[in-house]
């Protein structure tokens, strides 16, 4: 982080590097689609989609504390949200500027009627609440399909409205400069915009008096209630706002991927969004990026290593998605084992697993 | 004037009656000593004052008002703010953001300040800023300000914790034990300490087991035993009281 430190004093500097990065993030899904393929930029749409879902997670697990086992639950009410609200289904089409903040904000409702039963549990216990009201929210959408269909049960939603902004429509190709844009490069832009925005936010709420007040709740509850911090607000507050993070993603979701089905939002989905945040580094949100890509990006770089076996070997001896559980496996198990507070992990989590390193600190110098 | 005052508060965990029926009442601007053989019911007192528990039964008047609220953040609010027996400070925080952390109930900033960083947004984080460092070297522990809370020394854990409850704004100050694992200088730093925050205004209320301190500092001391409280007055006389010697020699001496 000292590089990090070094650019904060140097306000221009860090123009130059953030002008770079930014130049570097616009060309990215071309330099990807050009050596990689098409299916590349796909892949770093979700890379986008993941990083504002994961850092919604990381609002309740990274800032506040509280273990959420079901965030996927929120991801589900935002795409059906936008599904319900812009397809077929119902016949509504409602415009993405509405739909946007709607996501965001049924949300944001489930998240407080989610919180509030579990407010008094901690740890374990609210982990396994939340992660049946995670499961109770897929069943209900899975059978909402009788007496009244609503949700169309696990057949799911089809031709939901792609992302269409002031007749601007996201799906078509649109031809700039004498460059093609198709939908996934279109996409990829909407949503680098919207987790630039949703990281700014992140950054904001963290160093801010809701940010304090999350971080004493996380480190001693007690204390943060006799301290005056209603910790009943406070907590719904984290809930609240992880979920509307959740629901935007959810909605964006629904309109790239064009249909939807309860099987999307199992399990073993919250359990990923949650291992993107904790390998990365819970509360920090350079971390949480980091594990987004490198858990999104992966799995799908490991698919060449079939096609690698049948050239070099001529037959493929390891299925390669045997493979990618297994070196997923083992890559959760090392970084548990010798960064336990992630890769990069947050200043505060680097404090709590490296206590005995006291040295410096005796002396006031800033860590 | 009356500040605090308790009537018949009792409470009791299980068959364990821990307050039986305890009423006392602390003046404004005195250091009111609260003392008592281990499992007295003191901190039992202190957490039913907070609203960390309710009482079974009686009520807590405060500032002329009854103290309705059982939630701590009320009681918080409403002026009384508290030290814990075993040091309860936010560890993996600077000292600095935990006196911070004490701001946040007398300050506003939202969700959408917090985005925004509007001038009135920055203007409240400076001065939550100014004043928490203004009270750590109010207790004298400025020099720590970027340390890790869980990094300090002992002594100095206390200092941090009384610095934060006080930058809560309180009008009665709570303190359990807060010589407990000092040695005799810190303990007449902190006598001196004590005795800044009570001529700057604020009340004190404290529990302690170091003898000489309650003695050199109190105003008036309140005796309890077994949930009971069983005598009150000066410490001169609360020294010279048969029953509290019985229950702290046992009846054979008294």
């Known amino acids: 982080m000292s590089g990090l430190g070094k650019l904060k004093r140097n306000p221009r500097a860090a123009w130059v590097a953030f002008a770079l990065l930014a130049i570097l993030l616009a060309l990215l899904p071309f330099l990807a689609g050009s050596l990689l393929g098409r299916s590349w930029v796909r892949i770093l749409d979700f890379v986008l989609l993941y990083i504002m879902l994961a850092l919604g997670l990381n609002i309740v697990v990274g800032f506040a504390g509280l273990l959420d086992l079901g965030y996927v639950a929120f991801f589900a009410v935002g795409a059906y949200m936008y599904a319900l609200l812009a397809s077929p289904q119902f016949g509504i089409h409602l415009p993405f500027w509405a739909l946007l903040p709607l996501g965001a904000g049924v949300s944001c409702i489930f998240g407080v009627l989610i919180g509030a039963p579990t407010l008094r549990l901690r740890g374990d216990y609210l982990a396994i609440v939340t992660l049946g009201f995670g499961e109770i929210i897929r069943i209900f959408l899975n059978n909402l399909d009788a007496p009244v269909n609503i949700t169309n049960g696990p057949q799911g939603i089809n031709n939901i409205d792609p992302v269409s902004i002031g007749g601007f429509s996201f799906y078509q190709t649109h031809r700039l400069f004498d460059v093609n844009f198709s939908s996934v490069y279109n996409y990829y832009y909407l949503f680098l915009a919207l987790t630039t925005l949703v990281i700014f936010v992140s950054m904001r709420l963290q160093d801010s008096r809701i940010g304090r007040a999350w971080a004493a709740v996380r480190e001693d509850e007690v204390a943060a209630k006799a301290m005056g911090i209603n910790t009943r607000n406070i907590k719904l507050l984290a809930f609240a706002m992880g979920a509307s993070f959740g629901g935007v993603s959810g909605g964006l979701f629904s309109a790239f991927q064009g249909f939807i089905s309860p099987e999307s939002f199992t399990l073993i989905e919250s359990i990923m969004i949650l291992c993107m945040v904790v390998l990365g580094g819970m509360g920090n949100i350079a971390g949480v990026v980091l594990g987004v890509v490198l858990l999104v990006v992966l799995p799908e770089a490991l698919r060449y290593i079939g096609p690698a076996e049948q050239a070099l070997l001529g037959r493929v001896f390891v299925d390669p998605d045997d493979l990618r559980m297994l070196i997923f496996g083992l890559a959760l198990i090392l970084v548990m084992l010798f960064r336990p507070a992630g890769l990069l992990p947050s200043t505060i989590r680097k404090r709590e697993f490296a206590a005995e390193d006291e040295a410096e600190s005796q002396d006031g110098i800033p860590t | ?254």
């Open chain 2, 1 to 254: 004037m009356t500040l605090l005052e308790a009537r018949g508060v009792s409470k009791h965990f299980g068959g364990l009656l821990a307050l039986d029926a305890v009423s006392l009442s602390v003046q404004n601007g005195e250091i009111y000593g609260l003392i008592g053989p281990n499992g007295a019911g003191k901190t039992s007192l202190f957490n039913v004052l907070t609203g960390l528990y309710s009482p079974d039964s009686g009520d807590f008047f405060f500032d002329g008002e009854k103290l309705v609220a059982t939630k701590p953040h009320v009681v918080a609010e409403r002026g009384i703010a508290r030290t814990f027996q075993n040091i309860r400070l936010f560890g993996n925080m600077s000292a600095l953001e935990n006196v911070m952390v004490g701001r946040h109930l007398r300050t506003h900033a939202g969700v959408i300040g917090a985005v925004l960083r509007n001038a009135r947004t920055r203007a409240e984080e400076a001065s939550i800023r100014s004043r928490a460092l203004e009270l750590l070297q109010y207790v004298g522990i400025a020099a720590h300000a970027n340390s890790l809370a869980s990094h300090l020394s002992y002594g100095d854990q206390r200092r941090l914790e009384i610095s934060r409850a006080l930058s809560t704004e309180p009008k009665l100050l709570a303190l359990d034990e807060p010589a407990a694992g000092m040695n005799a200088t810190e303990t007449a730093e902190l006598q001196k300490l004590l005795e800044t925050i009570r001529h700057d205004g604020v009340t004190v209320l404290l529990i302690e087991h170091d003898v000489k301190l309650v003695m050199g500092l109190c105003d008036r001391v309140a005796v309890l035993d077994y949930g009971k409280k069983i005598a009150e007055g000066t410490p001169q006389q609360v020294q010279h009281d048969p029953a509290v010697i019985e229950a702290y020699l046992g009846g054979a001496l008294a």
